[in-house]
């Protein structure tokens, strides 16, 4: 019974954790009887098998993979062919002795140039709260670059949370 309870606690803090972000959730499974060094080398080594590690913070738990570019299927008529790739990150949160893993995988396609262009695109507010670096400051071309979040890839979510299980 306690061990189903700190099951739940766990789970539950996740999703605190993921609700305070502004990020989607992912798909979230508690490690049984493994430590959180052990989950980590364990996660670091999964996400190298599907992407290329950006950053892996053991402190904070969480790895960042860099953008892969994948394929979309024939899309709608308003994508345009525009380029699409796989953004993936996993968080580790430590609750009672035990660990649970969060994968979450987001399929992003470039955005179209209005989309660039409109101001507070995704802001929720009508402060005007930009920054001149926001605006027309000098910029890189990789800040240049806007990608929009157009879905999240839950099988490919459940298939590293599931070799992250069995490498356990």
């Known amino acids: 019974m306690t061990r189903r309870i700190s099951t739940v606690a766990i789970v539950g803090l996740v ?5 305070c972000a502004s990020r989607p959730w992912g798909t979230t ?5 493994a430590n959180r060094d052990d ?19 053991s402190k904070t738990g969480v790895i960042k993979s860099r953008p892969k570019p994948v394929q979309q299927g024939p899309g709608l008529l308003q994508d345009g062919g525009r380029p699409t790739r796989q953004v993936a990150t996993i968080s580790l949160v430590q609750d009672a002795g035990r660990t649970a893993a969060t994968v979450l ?13 409109q101001p507070g695109a995704q802001r929720y507010s009508s402060i005007p709260n930009d920054t001149p670096a926001e605006g027309e400051a000098a910029t890189t071309p990789e800040q240049n670059d806007a990608w929009v979040t157009i879905e999240r890839d839950r099988k490919l979510e459940a298939k590293m949370l599931e070799e992250l299980r069995r490498a356990l």
């Open 39 to 57: 989950v980590f080398s364990a996660a670091t080594v999964v996400m190298a098998n599907y992407f290329s590690i950006k950053s892996a913070d």
């Open 29 to 33: 499974s508690a490690m049984e009887k």
């Open 105 to 117: 995988v987001e399929v992003q396609q470039e955005a179209s140039s209005e989309y660039r262009h």
């Open 15 to 19: 999703f605190v954790v993921a609700s």
